[in-house]
């Protein structure tokens, strides 16, 4: 039926924008086929409007998208019944049942799911007779989600699929997206959580302002999770050209961020050498540390080092950097 | 790949699907509150009303009051439901996404637009029962020939089209609230101004024009079937003319979310 070396989903050079704004700027991706893709970036950062692309919903104003080798727009009606669409809020009549809704949408495929196999995997037995507007934020989510799986789809694109989740529905969730690549469904997800993407992606592309800036496993984007990062909190703010004193007594290889006044994070390889060069530079700087910690990177850091700011920050918020702590 | 979740995509037989569609808003429509007083409720307090009150007032009438206005409660029955319950219900579904869902489903636009004719058609079956019986209890004594028949369903036909047009074009453009402010304010005023129960000859000179409106067609046409066993060319033409303008500016203006 399809080979299955060709990649599920092929972004190439897409651009789209909303009056002066580019939502999507020069963005190429691919999404192998059986993988789990997450698609991270903050809000504001392009992925609803990329995948509402891939889903035929937006014609691409320049660049090409492929989704099963077919064109979303052209090949429309070959292309649906094929995937799976689970919006980021919304997609049923506030007065339908749960029950109903997840009937309705199985009565469009033609060999849909078993309705008890979905209530049960997903946790739908206790609401089936409730409106979906008297549903919680987590149960709407999930029959989403029941809905985007009913037809057996080969592909499917989950916009958020735990927002609004209490802990143990999205560990159910994670199961289900990971019992769904086992059987050979392809996964593409777009996530501002972390925990998320690092949990379940194979790939994960990191998208900020409509571009892509990383690609990679997790593994790789975040070179294997060792201790790679210095956290330095200071007692008196930091001399304005902190970052770059710093990074000249660091020598390459390391990055430094300031996250705010008193505290940045260090990048790099995380040894003795480095922390005493680090104690050093405060002693010249006539800062005191407060607190000099090790971590681990993480996929935050990544994006953090990659854009500047954090990943919970709205796309075009003003100030680069980041008040709070980092994960 | 065997496994609970593996692949085995594709679409339902397109008659399937607009069946079930049809059903799921029929069902949805018959359920809402506000939907049932529209579609039901108002018709036989209009019906029950017009027909207690123009004996009172001694209106001068052509037929007896009930074989006047009961064609007339059934030409509002089809506006209140293929013009006001649509175009609210359509706001609504653009408003929540469902619109937009349907879009990502195997369920093409035209089979999303069928289902919606379909459960149109579903629902004003009910009323004709509801609304013929109500009618024949107080006393209605309609023509049944070829023509009176003919006459009505094309009339209802085209009626519904013409006012399912119109009330996509509302619900098309507007947001949910507008829509439901304007369906409503739109139903009233033609109930009350539009030739819809009350004959073009009630209006006086205004009547020339109520008649080419789309109530005052469905109207007219409706009672020149059921009181007169005909079929009225001009009203027929006045819903064409209206269920075609209505679908050429809806299918250039609707905005699916």
């Known amino acids: 039926m399809h080979d299955d070396h060709e990649p599920a989903v092929v972004v190439d050079a897409l651009e789209m924008r909303y009056g002066a704004k580019r939502a999507v700027d020069g963005l190429s991706l691919t999404v192998a086929r059986g993988s789990i893709t997450a698609v991270l970036g903050p809000n504001g950062a392009g992925k609803t409007t990329t995948l509402e692309t891939c889903e035929g919903y937006r014609r691409p104003q320049r660049g090409t998208v492929r989704v099963l080798g077919l064109d979303p727009q052209a090949d429309r009606r070959a292309l649906l019944p094929r995937i799976g669409v689970m919006l980021q809020s919304g997609g049923a009549w506030s007065g339908i049942r749960a029950e109903e809704m997840l009937r309705h949408a199985a009565s469009l495929h033609a060999h849909p799911l078993p309705h008890e196999l979905l209530v049960e995997r997903l946790g739908l037995a206790d609401c089936g007779r409730t409106p979906y507007r008297r549903l919680s934020g987590g149960q709407q989510q999930r029959l989403g989600l029941a809905c985007a799986l009913v037809g057996r789809p080969e592909l499917v694109f989950v916009d958020e699929p735990t927002a609004g989740m209490d802990p143990q529905a999205r560990r159910t969730t994670w199961e289900l997206l990971e019992e769904l690549r086992a059987d050979g469904v392809t996964v593409v997800l777009t996530t501002h959580y972390m925990d998320e993407a690092e949990r379940l992606a194979d790939t994960i592309h990191i998208i900020d302002r409509g571009r892509l800036i990383a690609t990679g496993s997790p593994v790789e984007l975040t070179r294997g999770g060792s201790v790679s990062t ?10 304005p050209d902190a970052p770059e004193s710093l990074t000249a007594a660091l020598g390459p290889g390391t990055t430094v961020t300031v996250l705010d006044a008193l505290s940045l994070l260090v990048t790099g390889p995380a040894d003795a050498s480095t922390l005493a060069r680090v104690s050093r530079w405060c002693e010249e700087q006539g800062v005191l540390p407060e ?37 | 790949m065997s496994g609970t979740f593996a692949p085995r995509p594709g679409a339902a037989p397109l008659l399937r699907q607009v069946l079930a ?43 007896s009051a009930v ?57 004003e079956m009910l009323q004709l029962l509801v609304l013929g019986g109500t009618a024949l209890a107080l006393g209605w004594d309609p023509v049944v020939s070829g023509g009176s ?103 250039r203006t609707f905005q699916w979310e």
């Open chain 1, 291 to 327: 607190s000099l910690s090790l971590g681990t990177r993480t996929l935050e850091d990544v994006f953090l080092e990659l854009t500047g700011r954090g990943l919970d920050d709205e796309a075009d918020s003003p100030d680069p950097r980041r008040d709070g702590v980092v994960a």
């Open chain 2, 67 to 123: 074989d006047t206005f009961a064609p007339g409660v059934l030409a509002l029955a089809v506006m209140s439901t293929a013009f006001t319950s649509l175009a609210i219900a359509t706001g609504f579904e653009r408003r929540y996404g469902v619109i937009k869902w349907l879009g990502s489903s195997p369920l093409p636009r035209s089979g999303l637009l069928a289902g919606k004719v379909l459960a149109l058609l579903l629902v």
């Open chain 2, 149 to 251: 028949v003919l006459g009505a369903l094309l009339v209802g036909v085209l009626g519904t089209a013409a006012f399912a047009a119109i009330g996509l074009l509302v619900a098309g453009t507007l947001r949910a609230e507008a829509t439901l402010a304007a369906a409503n304010l739109v139903y009233l005023l033609l109930m009350a101004g539009g030739a819809v129960v009350l004959p073009a000859s009630a209006y006086g000179g205004f009547g020339e024009v109520a008649q080419w409106l789309p109530s005052g067609a469905l109207g007219e046409g409706m009672r020149a079937a059921l009181v007169d066993g005909a079929v009225e060319v001009t009203s027929l033409v006045a819903l064409g003319a209206w269920a075609l303008v209505g679908t050429v500016l809806t299918a």
């Open chain 1, 230 to 239: 210095i956290r330095l909190v200071v007692t008196s703010p930091f001399p």
């Open chain 2, 21 to 63: 569609q049809a059903r799921t808003e029929a069902r949805l429509m018959l359920r809402n509150g506000e939907q049932l007083l529209l579609a039901v409720v108002i018709p036989v307090i209009v019906l029950v009303g017009a027909v207690a009150g123009s004996e009172r007032v001694g209106l001068e009438l052509d037929a």
